[in-house]
């Protein structure tokens, strides 16, 4: 068996899950993030190291915030995890022995929801977090475009006279419904901003509810350009701002037929019945990355020196289990599921070569 091991690093956390060949979810753990390029590789190679216990032959993805230049594994401007630019798929080498595959976590993200929808098909995974952003997959793969840019819609305007956007523009989607907007909008000290708003608006607070107001129009106008620009088969939603479910999933939705009610065309489209919500807890992120893993081929002997040599190969294994054991003894780590038995999802997010990136 290849143990497939998918990273999701994310600015406070890292979730990794393990699979086996048949996609079956054999366990998960968690750590906080690391502040700096060589800080996140050591947080990769500790959970690396602890899901891939005495396994052999592993292969590693790693999704990860920023931009990546293709092929490279090197990551560009992830400035909430202090990395300018860093060679993150050569340091986690130098730690393991092992080169993971690296991309941007949205698209990871796309290509895990994709594999948890039994129906298959095209689909674009909305993320809603601190800023937007979308991934879209199909049967052939992720798209990243000719610059590694394809889904990038946050900072799209859709009305000049809005809020002012950490971009410099005026009325982007991110603007309206990034978290970080919403936060500095609101001012308040809560540590979900998007929760208090909503309750806020619920209670007929109506500032709460003009902002609210703004995360709902953002979304619908995401949802409706990228029905139009790649007519996926669904937008799922995904991130924090998703966790409000279907607080937010309705008035999307009826948004969504509000503004095609005077266009026969658009009513064709049926956009409502489009959008839906990533299922609750499922790590999309990690297993998106555990997915892509095997498809990019980056599979190789965990915790062998790559040399060869038998003390390149000692160096290795020894530096692996100094990483394990502090990811062990790290009072913010934990596992969250083990299982001695695979339990496999509806819709086996199992990798194969149709899976290559485009």
């Known amino acids: 068996m290849t143990l497939r091991i998918g990273v999701d690093v994310g600015g406070t956390k890292i979730l990794a899950v393990s699979v086996d060949d048949d996609g079956g979810e054999i366990a998960r753990l968690r750590r906080p993030t690391g502040w700096g390029g060589d800080a996140v590789a050591d947080g990769v190679a500790a959970v690396v190291a602890d899901l891939a216990g005495a396994e052999r032959d592993a292969a590693v993805g790693v999704g990860v915030p920023g931009q990546i230049l293709p092929g490279s ?49 095209s689909l674009a995974y909305l993320n809603l977090g601190t800023g937007i952003a979308a991934g879209i997959v199909d049967e052939s793969g992720p798209r990243r475009g000719s610059r590694g840019a394809a889904g990038e819609i946050g900072h799209i305007p859709i009305d000049p006279g809005g809020p002012r956007c950490r971009c410099g523009q005026r009325g982007c989607i991110e603007a309206f419904s990034g978290g970080g907007a919403v936060a500095e909008r609101w001012g308040g000290s809560e540590a979900l901003p998007v929760l208090a708003v909503f ?46 479910a279907d607080r937010l999933l309705v008035p999307v939705r009826t948004a969504l037929v509000d503004s095609a009610a005077a266009s026969p065309f658009l009513r064709s489209l049926r956009l409502d019945e489009r959008v839906e919500l990533v299922p609750r807890d499922a790590p999309v992120g990690a297993l ?63 990798a194969s070569d149709s899976n290559r990136p485009r």
Request: include cysteine.
């Open 199 to 244: 309750d806020a608006a619920d209670a007929g607070d109506e500032r709460a509810a003009g902002i609210r107001a703004g995360v709902v129009r953002g979304v619908e106008a995401a949802v409706r350009l990228l029905v139009l620009t790649t007519d996926v088969d669904v937008v799922v939603l995904g991130g924090g701002v998703a966790a409000l």
């Open 73 to 121: 594994g090197i990551v560009e401007h992830a400035l909430n995890l202090g990395i300018e630019r860093y060679d993150l798929a050569g340091a986690v080498a130098a730690r393991l022995g092992i080169r993971p595959s690296i991309d941007n976590d949205v698209r990871y993200a796309a290509v895990g929801a994709h594999a948890l929808r039994p129906s298959g098909g």
């Open 288 to 350: 998106g990355a555990a997915v892509q893993a095997q498809a990019s081929g980056s599979r190789c002997s965990v915790l062998s020196g790559a040399s060869g040599s038998t003390a390149a190969s000692a160096a290795v294994s020894q530096r692996a289990s100094a990483i394990s054991a502090a990811a062990l003894t790290d009072a913010g780590s934990s596992v969250i599921a083990k299982a001695s038995a695979t339990t496999r999802n509806p819709g086996s997010f199992a």
